[in-house]
């Protein structure tokens, strides 16, 4: 069965199974010329033809035998070729819809089930692509051409074998959809465990600090029942449809024989030919052979597939690939590009019940530095993340350097704007490639000066090892603190003309942070001289009162805005929030 939904997955590799198909049906031509060859030997064998005249025949037969393991090799190579193809290019449009649909569309979808489908899902699509597609057209096209060769050998058993070939597909279908069923199933159960795998290595640390490392265990043990179980299931149907396609495929020679026998006995066919008839006969059912263990070695290929092609659907952005809006010449200059204006701006996160921000309105100048606070949930990360266009408003705008965010791309984004999060990814490497991850370009003295920034010299000591200091898996190696200082240098050397720093700074003691944020607005300037946005998340107040503005954010809106002494003053909520902070610290 070829799902054809599923076909244009394989789009990239058309030609190569092509090539597979003709390289198929050369094996196929090989292997009815052995049968009719043969045939002809034990047909020239048992009338006593002298063996001199069988010698084209034994010529051909060696011919056969020796180009069979040749083609076999090239059916390999091509099946390989298939697959690379299709692998790589699948691979390819899943991370670049991935990266397109980006962290708040697939933060549903858990990263082990991310990977399931990354890795296992496509590697399992190249049996159905590289084996079971091209094999379906060979098999069609051998099995037609060899029915009509016993048609005309004898239209009797031409026939007879004719309709017992076109029930071998058929009776199968009955189970599709069960097997679909089962198949979904299992490979659901199968991605389930592997993120189950993924969160407990990943969370290891908190398993054994609660003491849960046991209750983990006795879960995972339940999903690998679960997938047990799924696999048995599904191994129960596929055994019953080989059974009953393994019967077709012996009763279909057999059928041919004894019809081929009595229409010897009545005299419609020349004994001799009954050895091409059972020969052919067998070369009208080995393609269907073939093409039932394809089937059951892709079939998890189609339930990945179908995972598959919804992830490449729900990736598919409506964000613009290229850019429609230069930011430069739209607004004339470099500066503006710095600035930032929310209007009337709301935003509810996918699947989420209330509005993350609500009728925003803020301005922020080119080159200030403002700080958000608020409550926890109150927005603050959501702006960030809607000035990467992680996401667009469902109202009102959000613009950089004049230009609504929705009109330009990711891309566009991305380099304007240059985040520390609150929990920032550093990738198992080395200090230096971790800072060139942003600027692949960067020589020693510009990768050492934003450490110099940051506050980061203690991570690259001699004993450390210089920039080639290890960090180890996700900054395993590294202190919090020292995560974040590592991070704020690499969006240092990103030199952006916007700066985020949400809870940058937040495993640094009250000290160090001042000391981070006094160099980084000593020496926050582009290369080309022009002054940095800077905008500030952060819950410890005492480190944003020298910003320009602070704006302070309540389930979603901006409730007050002024500098930090004027805030004081007004007693509101920021005044609120401050004095709990001091009251914290008195105690
Ligand atoms: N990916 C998401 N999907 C659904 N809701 C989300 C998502 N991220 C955040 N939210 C919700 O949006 C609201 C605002 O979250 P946001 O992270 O912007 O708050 P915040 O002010 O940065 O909080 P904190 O100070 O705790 O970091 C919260 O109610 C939060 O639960």
């Known amino acids: 069965m070829i799902h054809l939904r599923l076909l244009p997955l394989a789009r990239s590799a058309y030609a190569v199974m092509g090539l597979a198909v003709l390289v198929g049906l050369s094996l196929s031509t090989v292997a009815i010329a052995q049968a009719l060859v043969t045939a002809d030997i034990f047909a020239g064998i048992i009338s006593g033809t002298p063996i001199g005249d069988l010698t084209l025949s034994l010529v051909l037969l060696s011919a056969a035998l020796l180009a069979r393991p040749l083609l076999v090799f090239a059916r390999e190579m091509t099946v390989h070729l298939v697959a690379t193809r299709v692998k790589t290019a699948i691979r390819e449009r899943m991370l670049t819809a991935m990266f397109a649909a980006g962290p708040i569309a697939l933060g549903r979808e858990r990263s082990g089930t991310q990977q399931s489908h990354l890795v296992d899902g496509v590697e399992n699509l190249e049996p159905y692509f590289g084996r079971y597609i091209p094999q379906v057209l060979i098999t069609a096209v051998t099995s037609l051409a060899v029915v009509g060769a016993l048609v005309l050998i004898d239209p009797v058993v031409g026939f007879v074998v004719g309709a017992v070939a076109i029930l071998v597909p058929f009776v199968p279908r009955l189970w599709d959809r069960l097997l679909a069923k089962r198949g979904d199933s299992h490979w659901g159960a199968y991605a ?31 999903s690998s029942d679960s997938l047990l179980a799924a696999t048995l299931h599904q191994l129960r149907i596929s055994l019953l449809e080989s059974g009953l396609t393994g019967l077709f495929l012996i009763a279909g020679p057999a059928i041919a024989l004894i019809v081929g026998v009595t229409r010897v006995q009545s005299g419609a066919v020349d004994p001799l030919q009954l050895f091409a008839i059972t020969l052919l006969a067998f070369e009208v059912f080995r393609p269907f052979r073939e093409l039932s263990n394809h089937w059951h070695a892709g079939y998890s290929g189609v339930s990945a597939g179908r995972r598959i092609r919804d992830l490449l659907q729900a990736g598919a952005s409506d964000a613009p690939t290229e850019p429609t809006t230069p930011l430069t010449s739209a607004n004339g200059g470099h500066e503006t590009k710095a600035a930032i204006e929310a209007r009337s701006l709301t935003f509810t996160y996918p699947h989420a019940h209330t509005a993350a921000l609500r009728d925003v309105d803020l301005t922020i100048d080119a080159g200030s530095t403002v700080a958000l606070v608020g409550p926890s949930g109150s927005g603050k990360s959501t702006v960030a993340s809607l000035l990467l266009r992680l996401a667009v408003p469902q109202h009102g705008q959000l613009l950089i350097g004049g230009v609504p965010t929705s009109s330009l791309t990711q891309k566009q984004c991305a380099e304007i704007v240059a985040l520390v999060s609150q929990s920032p990814v550093l990738f198992s490497g080395s200090v230096r490639e971790n800072l060139q991850l942003v600027a692949p370009e960067a020589d020693e003295a510009t990768l050492k000066r934003a450490i110099d920034i940051a506050g980061a010299n203690d991570i690259v000591t001699d004993e450390r090892g210089g920039l080639d200091a290890p960090v180890g898996d996700g900054g395993g190696l590294l202190s919090g603190g020292q995560k974040q200082r590592l991070a704020i240098a690499r969006a240092v050397l990103k030199d952006a003309p916007i700066l985020i720093l949400d809870e940058a700074s937040s495993a640094l003691d009250a000290r160090r942070e001042e000391s981070v944020f006094a160099s980084l607005a000593d020496s926050l300037t582009r290369t080309g001289g022009e002054p940095i946005t800077t905008i500030i998340i952060a819950h410890r107040l005492a480190s944003i009162r020298h910003v320009d503005t602070v704006f302070v954010l309540r389930e979603g809106q901006v409730v007050e805005r002024g500098t930090a002494t004027e805030l004081l003053q007004s007693d509101g909520l920021f005044a609120a929030l401050h004095r709990a902070q001091n009251e914290q610290v008195s105690v």
Do not use: H, P, W
């Open 192 to 222: 389930k465990l592997n993120a189950e795998v993924v969160d407990s290595l990943r969370g290891m640390t908190t398993l054994k600090a609660f003491n849960a490392a046991r209750r983990r265990r006795t879960q995972l043990q339940e």
